[in-house]
């Protein structure tokens, strides 16, 4: 009956295994379709099943739609990127020598995020994003230039902090459920934590919950703890790229959200949400004004998804059922419409030769089709009309007015200032004399149109069985 | 029972002392002889606790802190330093007072910390806990300080040690994690290992510093 969950997270770690035997990339390239279509399929498939709850594996409302979200955005990407690596291998960026462990990894890292999602044990879960971290890495390394290796030994330095900070705070919360529960696998058990939270000893849960902000913080890309992440954006593959931004800062926030729940669930521990309010405006302002000064695409972007995860974190910290809402839809339209922007940016860079965003212009004469897809996603992403991220949008500005103006006038700001910068820099990338060559790419466009699409129908009309699962998930959140 | 908490305590003292060894130690062969000996009090510490509370699955952590850690990983990055011809002696950022002053502060606020919010756990526990947090802190004390890889990585593996003594001290916490840490502890070693070959290949040294002219290059982009 209970399949589906486990195939999503065995189905990639089993095609990790195969990938990784076979040679050619033509071959592994085609294999990691087919796989993430697989994993894809048993995501779906959770639409049907009941909550679930076990040892090891919890499936509630508030995780199936991650998972859902993972596995289409990891579909997608993995279309993606098998015309991305070809492209890449044909121009001579990558050697087949060096893609062939790039597949087997891309699974290793879809499967290890899924197992983060689903476990039931805080210290499983720690497992599977530290495990997903470590993919990343190698893979962000994977050009051997030396910007690449500079990146990719900052984002494991501070992934190390962060991930070790994150298990001392794992072992804390331990400590604390074994006061009550006794010795053993029941005070790991995140159900079994959650039932008792408030009898857990505040004290010690305070103090978990620090080490545990500041560890998964640095994976989510919280200011001050975000350096790690528009080099490892800028210098990785870009279907890399789009799975940091899309799915693995959405992943590292799910672990936070938990153990937010655990602690407001104790009257006596701290309220997490000032914490959270504080980080997320920072972010969000900090970043908003970082857009101004870049001069490379994908960092670029790289600080929007600052700036996002900012405006979640804040959304979360203000809490509600209505912000715990408009914050969940925001990261689904973040992942998706942010995914779309960087695989647009992918065959820019690939035709054009350069991340330069100074040598990227006139792309509406050049290339037609991509400037759509990148106009439509900036004008997505800066929160207009009528994509979906305007209705998130939205929805935290109002709701944050109606409870506390001052902190909705600091969000509209932020969001302003970053509207401002994108929408500048997006003027300069179509219009414009084309300054380069053009170099031809085989694009593959359905990815972006997939999820332009799906954006464009969540602004337009979003489905009243979507909300009401959204409203469920925002109540467990409480 | 006092001898039992006594034995504890005074195996992970030793690991706080090839801490506070591995921070002033300027010689890369000593740095990673001094992380052996640290690996080893785990493994004992681990042991001991294996014991004294007749958790026998604790002996398997022990055996591979013993094995991997003791043994394995500090044989390999000796033959690695020799292959790579890494000059003897290793940049501090600061000099070794410094060094030390930092060090004794961190394990006052680690011991601070954990016995002001632990007040309710048994004295064993605690105590045990607060020095495992002075280990970790301290490894990452010894990342930030030294400009070598190599060092970078005994550091990192310093703050796994930490890791796995928090969490074997803390009463009946289950083998899965301890075992999926001393797996990543390979992986990331991997990792490195990996890392190590490309900044050689690319910069003809292991030295981070190399990386830092990358990060002025592109302080504006």
Known sequence: MNEAVYAVVGIPFLSAILLALSPSYRLTALGNVLASGLAFAAGLSFLALPPVTETYVILDDLNKFFIILNTLVGFTTSLFSRSYIRHEIETGHLTPLFVRFYHAMFQGMMGAMNLALLANNIGLMWVGLEFATLMTVIMVGIYRTPAALEAAWKYFILGIVGISLAFFGTILVYLAGQGVLGEGEAAMTWSELLKIAPQLDAPLLNIAFIFLLVGYGTKVGLAPLHAWLPDAHAEGPTPISAVLSGLLLNVALFALLRFKMLIAANPHALEPGPILITMGLVSLIFAAFMLYQRQDIKRLFAYSSIEHMGLITFAFGLGGPLLNFAALLHMVMHSLTKSAIFFAVGHVTQAKGTQELSAIRGLSVSNPVLSVALAAGVIAISGLPPFGAFMSEFLILTSTFAREPLLALAVAFGLLVALGALLMRLQDILFGEPTTPNHPVSAASAPIFVHLSLILIAGLFLPPAVVVWFKRAAETLG | ?221
């Open chain 2, 1 to 221: 029972m006092t001898n039992a908490y006594d034995i504890a305590h005074f195996l992970a003292g030793m690991m706080l002392v090839c801490s506070f060894t591995l921070l002033y130690q300027d010689r890369i062969l000593a740095v990673l002889n001094t992380f052996a000996v640290q690996a080893i009090m785990l493994s004992l510490a681990v042991a001991w606790q294996g014991y004294v509370r007749n958790a026998p699955d604790l002996f398997i952590t022990a055996a591979m802190a013993f094995g991997l850690k003791g043994i394995i990983i500090p044989v390999a990055l000796n033959r690695m330093v020799e292959k790579l011809g890494i000059k003897r002696d290793v940049d501090q950022v600061v000099n070794v007072g410094v060094a030390m002053f930092l060090g004794l502060g961190l394990t006052s606020l680690a011991l601070l910390l954990v016995l002001k919010v632990t007040p309710g756990a048994a004295s064993f526990t605690r105590e045990g806990l607060a020095l495992a947090l002075a280990i970790i802190l301290l490894g990452f004390l010894q990342m930030i300080l030294r400009r070598n890889a190599v060092t970078q990585i005994v550091g990192f593996m310093s703050i796994e040690n930490g890791l796995i003594l928090a969490a074997t001290g803390a009463r009946g916490m289950p083998l899965v994690v301890e075992v999926s840490v001393a797996f990543s502890v390979l992986i990331a070693l991997f990792v490195f290992a990996v890392f190590l070959f490309r900044i050689r290949e690319r910069f003809d040294s292991v030295d981070v510093e190399s990386l830092d002219k990358v990060r002025a290059a592109r302080a504006h982009r």
